[in-house]
């Protein structure tokens, strides 16, 4: 076995596990073909149970059909299946991110497809260099600073530490034909020319600049874990109902924390931002009040809670004898009848289980979300209640009454729960059939 090849099965060792059934993206470009030539030769080393090479025709070069056809040989000689793709471009703007997005589209639907376990691609140590670079150009922080990484979720990049330099000198030892793109000689991309003009520069100021940047990327890569892992922990502790954050646990953090902690938070709820949305919604939470409109969506700092775009309640049929779980809230509304004298209830001053005369009810029983206008006439009140004002007076946050589950019989509202009863149907000696409505579970908020 070639003495580099040898050099490199630490690292492949390190990302593929034995019985492995991989996926080669084999462009027959220069580090694709290096990539599959030194696979092969390590392939029962590694305990590799299948290579399949996928080359992709983005449509975009005449010459690319050729190009596959040195990647389709290469696989021929070490007995690689080697299978070809076009896939179709919309002409619009941005045709080299679009290209990339549906490269990788056809990359996971084709690894589905043939069972297999992991995407090999064939980014080097020069790549990182330039993907650095270049997120530093445009303005990036320590996540994008680090580059690549060697495993994201099932794509693996087995030669991220080495040079394309070395791969050069290996592919004309071994006589390894290769072609070369035309389109990376044009300066009118930003990471061609930083390939060109900037990186010959910092290697001229130092020749291990390449090497140096990869390893920077692997302390970026671990710094950046540690803290995200750090956010993390201290986003689970300080989450409340409706995944808001506890404003008073961020205050008491680390400006650095808090800003990492924004991200995940506005990424799970799937928003898009700008670095100064962070500035933004870090003044809001020390402002203790207030409303933020990111990408369109409103944030809002309301009861010492910051709270993400608001959910809604779906109505909701609430027969005698059913549960509903009601996801936003995580508890569930139980009602049932009972066929009995009055039993003895005792009074429940959080208003989390009540009943009914059965036959003073309507049968048309709902659960749904609080109407502008809605009003109840509360249990041992005279007169009507505006909602609105029973969330007021019971400091509801906004957000939260926009899920809050109301039990109406018809238009009438009978019961919200851990709030009021409605004066309607109540118990006496006469009654028979009792109407029996609870939660199950905990409310998650504190009237």
């Given at each position: 076995m070639n003495p580099f090849v040898h050099s490199q099965l630490p690292h492949f060792k390190a990302?593929?596990?034995?019985?492995?059934?991989?996926?080669?993206g084999s462009s027959g470009g220069s580090d694709s073909q290096a990539l599959l030539h030194i696979l092969a030769q390590l392939k029962n080393e590694l305990g590799i149970e299948t290579i399949i090479a996928l080359g992709i025709d983005h449509g975009l070069r005449p010459e690319a059909g050729q190009e596959l056809n040195l990647a389709a040989d290469l696989a021929s000689k070490h007995q690689i299946d080697f299978y070809r793709l076009n896939i179709q471009l919309d002409g619009k703007d941005n045709l080299l991110a679009q290209a990339r997005e549906k490269r990788y589209a056809a990359f996971q639907a084709f690894a589905q497809e043939h069972s297999a376990t992991a995407i090999l691609v064939a980014h080097t140590a020069t790549d990182q260099a330039e993907t650095m670079l270049m997120h530093l150009t445009r303005g990036t922080g320590l996540r994008g600073l680090g580059g690549m990484r060697p495993i994201n979720g099932n794509i693996l990049r087995p030669l991220l530490h080495l040079e394309r330099g070395q791969l050069m000198e290996y592919l004309h030892d071994e006589n390894i034909p290769y072609a070369s793109d035309p389109s990376n000689e044009s300066l009118e991309r930003t990471r061609t020319n930083l390939r060109h003009q900037a990186l010959p520069l910092f290697k001229e100021l130092n020749p291990q600049f390449e090497n140096h940047m990869w390893k920077l990327s692997q302390r970026l890569q671990a710094d950046e874990d540690f803290l995200h892992n750090l956010a993390l922990e201290h986003l689970t502790n300080a989450k409340g109902v409706l995944n808001s954050i506890q404003a008073r646990v961020l205050r008491d953090l680390a400006g650095p924390l808090r800003m990492r902690i924004y991200q995940l938070w506005l990424e799970e709820h799937k928003m898009h931002y700008r670095a100064e949305n962070l500035q933004e919604l870090d003044a809001l939470v020390e402002q203790g009040s207030g409303t933020l409109s990111i990408s369109g969506q409103d944030i809002s700092v309301d009861r010492d809670h910051l709270w993400g775009p608001g959910q809604s309640l779906k109505e909701h049929p609430f027969s005698p004898g059913s549960q509903i779980d009601l996801a936003p809230f995580n508890i569930a509304l139980k009602s049932l009848l009972m066929d009995k004298q009055r039993p003895d209830y005792p009074r429940d001053p959080e208003c989390l289980e009540v009943v009914f005369d059965a036959t003073q009810v309507s049968e048309n029983l709902s659960v749904g979300p609080w109407r502008r206008g809605d009003e109840i006439v509360p249990f041992g009140i005279s007169g009507h209640m505006k909602v609105s004002d029973l969330f007021t007076n019971c400091k509801i946050p906004k957000a939260l009454r926009q899920v809050?589950?109301?039990?109406?019989?018809?238009?009438?509202?009978?019961?919200?729960?851990?709030?009021?009863?409605?004066?309607?149907?109540?118990?006496?000696?006469?009654?028979?059939?009792?109407?029996?409505?609870?939660?199950?579970?905990?409310i998650p908020w504190q009237a």
């Open positions: 990302l593929i596990s034995s019985g492995a059934r991989l996926v080669v809050w589950p109301i039990v109406r019989a018809g238009e009438e509202i009978l019961w919200i729960p851990g709030l009021k009863r409605a004066n309607t149907a109540p118990i006496t000696a006469k009654s028979v059939n009792i109407l029996k409505m609870q939660v199950v579970g905990e």
